[in-house]
């Protein structure tokens, strides 16, 4: 299973399996990296990625545009490269992609150097989302068992998210989770009429 | 505090006063008892659900009475805390982002999924 790490509106997100980068809703101003590249890559140029780009935002074209984008990159000093890259990068990033599980063992020196960065926000975790468990658990018990136990659901993905120090799809799942909740205390109350009216036929 | 925290903090704090009202001068199972809901699951098959007795339990708990209480639903009495408990967590998540990191742990919630289940098959299996 290949894993990706997203750039994105000065956050940087993963690692991501394509799944979650589709959730991300990233538009062509991220960057994207995984084991293998040298460098970070613009998310349009991996093309299985490009096809979950949804938002279309002007190239940077120039210089001054590009010095404001790369302050978000993790490896400034590579940054100059980075206008550079495209060209060179776009056959090798095609390959890699296919050979990421035989090589392995390329992952090790690069990987401790992502995770110290997700440990560092995890620390200043002070953005973290609200799980609304509890809401969840009153749910379950009061309202709507099946609708219940999927919002706690959510609230695992949530904390899972805040756990990787990766607030921006935290506070999704974590809005999910308040829908389905609104949703379900809606439906008890909406029921309610029909549910007299049966018991009243029954 | 910003205004829409303010509406909502009112807000609950309303339906929870009215709610209280409601339950400590209504029994759910006195005269007044097809006023309250009733649920979908013991109507349509016959089998209680996690939650059944929830009404007279909480009844019974506003007025003092907690050996009634836990009769018609332990799950809610043992619940309760839980729940106020993540309440307040949420609120004050960002003071200490670890303990909420800790508490929020998944093998805890799947833990609460599994409680809850097993005690709706239990309570049917044992008629409780």
């Not at chain 2, 807000?11 to 009733?38: H, L, N, Q, W």
């Not at chain 2, 019974?60 to 009769?71: E, F, K, N, P, Y």
Request: glycine share 4%.
């Amino acid at each position: 299973m290949p894993q990706y790490w997203i750039n994105f509106e000065g956050r940087q997100h993963g690692p991501l399996s394509l799944d979650e980068v589709k959730e991300l809703k990233p538009d062509s101003s991220a960057y994207a990296w995984f084991t293998g590249l040298d460098n970070w890559v613009r998310i349009t140029q991996v093309p299985e990625l490009s096809e979950l780009v949804v938002g279309e935002v002007e190239e940077p074209q120039s210089a001054g545009e590009l010095t404001m984008a790369i302050p978000e990159l993790p490896t400034d000093d590579q940054a100059p490269e980075i206008p550079q890259a495209p060209p060179a990068l776009r056959p090798t990033a095609i390959e890699p992609i296919d050979r990421v599980n035989p090589a392995l063992p390329q992952e090790a020196p690069e990987l401790p150097k992502l995770k110290k960065r997700s440990d560092a926000t995890e620390v200043d975790a002070s953005a973290t989302a609200p799980s609304n468990l509890g809401w969840a658990i009153a749910a379950t018990i009061l309202c709507c068992l099946p609708l219940g136990v999927v919002a706690i659901f959510f609230a695992i993905k949530t904390m899972r998210y805040n756990r990787n120090g990766d607030t921006a799809l935290a506070l999704k799942w974590s809005d999910r989770t308040a829908w389905l909740i609104i949703a379900s205390i809606i439906f008890g109350i909406i029921s309610q009429p029909f549910r007299s009216l049966i018991t009243l036929l029954m | 505090m910003t205004r829409k925290r303010i509406i909502y903090i009112i807000g609950i704090t309303i339906i929870v006063a009215a709610m209280v009202v409601i339950y400590y001068s209504y029994d759910p199972a006195g005269e007044a008892s097809s006023f309250f809901p009733r649920c979908p699951m013991l109507q349509l098959t016959g089998y209680r659900c996690p939650g059944c007795g929830s009404q007279r339990a909480i009844h019974s708990l506003l007025t003092g009475d907690v050996s009634a209480a836990w009769h018609y639903n332990p799950l809610v009495i043992v619940v309760i805390p839980i729940i106020i408990f993540y309440f307040v967590a949420d609120r004050l998540r960002t003071r200490s982002p670890r303990f909420y990191l800790a508490i929020g742990h998944p093998a805890i919630f799947i833990t609460y999924i599994v409680a809850i289940v097993a005690w709706w098959i239990l309570r049917n299996v044992y008629d409780v």
